[in-house]
Every structure is written in structure tokens, then in C-alpha cells.
């Protein structure tokens, strides 16, 4: 595959090998993450220092950045999108799609759009995270494929057009700061837990909670309940913990 369209923008798949900084899940903002920054102010800087998708002034859109060098892609902001897919999709054949070699790369100093993502679904034993454009989910493709960008991150590819993106072991990737921790062994209650996480909190089921039904949150405290934290990945059980504690608190009281 020599490009990749994304929106009207063809992308080039360069030789090379997948960004080498730490993917995160930054678990409050919901933000899949890799890049070389280490802060919010060292962020801003890299965005004025790159072309591409994305910018300093809105932080709600993706971002794909390529080097002013050589053109070549070089960090990625995503955010994770509010709407769940209904419980009867699976989208696990796109673990089965083929795979894509190379590295993204643009004519140093181009700016374009990425499609916005609009519906997520996490496999329910937490193996994988997918991101997909209205397209990608509504649409049926002759061809799938994917292409590594980052560590366990791949795009999406529909007949040669981005279509979102995918994320594999996405428990073992939950952070809550900008310096990436290791990647711990996977923990699968860890990975079921933040399936559920998944499944209870799309934005449907919040307006429900300012509406006044308190079953939703009934269910939160339920999986708050089940969250251990002293064996397992404790860093990141405690983290998810701590997070969903918040989503808690932020929505106590409009059950009320």
C-alpha cells in the first residue's frame, strides 16, 4: 500500500518502523497517546514545531504529527469517543486484517483533518479497544487492513481509507500522569473491568444520570465495589480506581 486517504488527504506509507515512544492511555481524559512529550507546555511546544493534524487551540481533535524534517509521523492524540456500539456488534475481525508495513509520512509542513472517530468498542475481556469513524462502522469494506504506528496502536484501513484506529492490551497502557509507566503484565480482571467501564459510560448514559435515573450509577458503584487493588497491576488498578471514583463523584447528586 503506497497511501492511506485520510478524509480527502493521501498519506504515504513510508519504510520504517512504528514510533518508538511509550503509548498511553491517559484514563481520565480518555486519550490514547504517544509522543515525545512529557508535559502539557512541552506538548504545546510540539505542536508549533510540527505540521499536520491537530493544534494547540482545540485539543478535541485528533492529532497526527510529522516531523518538519522528514515528514514522517512522530506522535498521536486520540481522544476516545463518547458513543458505545450496540451489544450485539463485535468488531474482533479487525484483529484478523491484514497487516500494513511501513510508516506514515507527509510532505513536510502539510495541515489536514483527521476524520473524528464517533464510536468505540471494547472486547469484553478488555483485549482490545476500537475506534472507528461513521464510516468505519457503517460502511462495508472490500478490503481491511492495518498499520502500526505505535506500541500495540494500529490504524484502521477500509479500501485504502482511514476508518479509525485500534488499540490492543489497553489496560496495560492506563496512565493518569504525562511520564509513561512500563508496561506491565496483562491483568485480566484489570482488562474486564475496564470493559465494563467501557460498556456503562457512553454519553447516552450520562444525560440518563442529569436526568434523574439513578440505575447507571447504581451500576458504577457496583464495579467500584469490585475493584481490588492491592494484588494484580496495583498501579493501574488503583488508577482506574481513583478515575472511576471521579466519574462517580462528578455525577452524584443528579440521582438525587
Given at each position: ?25 491517559s484514563f481520565g481524559a480518555l486519550l490514547a497517546i504517544s509522543g515525545p512529550y512529557r508535559s502539557a507546555d512541552e506538548h504545546e511546544q510540539h505542536l508549533l514545531e510540527t505540521s499536520g493534524a ?184 488503583r488508577i482506574f480506581r481513583d478515575a472511576l471514583d471521579d466519574v462517580i463523584d462528578c455525577h452524584t447528586g443528579f440521582d438525587s
Open positions: 500500500m503506497e497511501e492511506i486517504l485520510f478524509g480527502e488527504m493521501p498519506v504515504r506509507v513510508a519504510p520504517g518502523d512504528p514510533m518508538p515512544w511509550p503509548l498511553r492511555l491537530g493544534s494547540w487551540v482545540d485539543h478535541g481533535n485528533d492529532e497526527l504529527r510529522f516531523s518538519s524534517d522528514t515528514g514522517e509521523l512522530v506522535s498521536v492524540w486520540l481522544p476516545t469517543p463518547g458513543s458505545v456500539v450496540p451489544d450485539s456488534a463485535d468488531l474482533g475481525f479487525w484483529l484478523k486484517a491484514g497487516r500494513v508495513e511501513g510508516r506514515l509520512a507527509v510532505v513536510p509542513g502539510t495541515y489536514f483533518d483527521v476524520p473524528l472517530t464517533s464510536v468505540r468498542w471494547c472486547e469484553s475481556s478488555g483485549s482490545v479497544l476500537v475506534c472507528l469513524t461513521e464510516e468505519g462502522f457503517s460502511g462495508d469494506p472490500a478490503v481491511r487492513s492495518r498499520l502500526r504506528i505505535a506500541q500495540d496502536l494500529d490504524v484502521l484501513i477500509a479500501d485504502g481509507r482511514y476508518v479509525g484506529w485500534l488499540l490492543e492490551r489497553p489496560a496495560t497502557h492506563l496512565n493518569d500522569s504525562w511520564t509513561a509507566e512500563p508496561v506491565s503484565p496483562e491483568d485480566p480482571e484489570l482488562g474486564a473491568w475496564l470493559a465494563r467501564f467501557f460498556a456503562l459510560t457512553d454519553d447516552d448514559v450520562f444525560d440518563v444520570i442529569v436526568d434523574g435515573d439513578p440505575t447507571p450509577l447504581e451500576h458504577l458503584r457496583e464495579l467500584l465495589a469490585d475493584v481490588r487493588t492491592e494484588e494484580g497491576d496495583r498501579a493501574r488498578r
